[in-house]
């Protein structure tokens, strides 16, 4: 009995253009050199030449976040998401989370101080640079992971 199997290999040709396109490589042009465009720094001024790109780079990813591959529960990489991990890390180690991978609670004390220390730093060195939604998320973290990590200390003591 045997079967035929049908390997999907539509995805090739899709990649294989993808990749054209970023290479900028045409039907004349060898792969081995590909040309690279670059319209401005990492911290791009607004104007609007950078828009018209920025424009085009959000509805690429729009059209790529409806593809079978693109991951539902993707984090938008940002200041606030960055936070919000630092801290879920240290409630973790301070043992108020159980640990996603065990589902146990764990204590690391150092470890939590470590992440508070961090998250502290991070408010110094950021004074005056943040708007009100991350400054008012970065002080009202650190505040109360000290707060829990001087009860562990007291509770261990």
Known sequence: MDRDKYVDESWKE???REKEGLLGVGAGQQKDEP?????????????????DSKNQIESEQNANSNTPDAEPNEMEINFLNYISSLGYQALIFLGEIPNPMTNQPEKNLPQAKF????LTMLKEKTKGNLNRQEETLLNSSVYELQLKYVEHIKQDA
């Open 35 to 51: 040309k690279i465009h670059v319209e401005g720094g990492w911290k791009p001024e607004e104007d609007e030449g950078q828009n």
């Open 14 to 16: 899709s990649v294989e």
């Open 115 to 118: 992440l508070i220390d961090t």
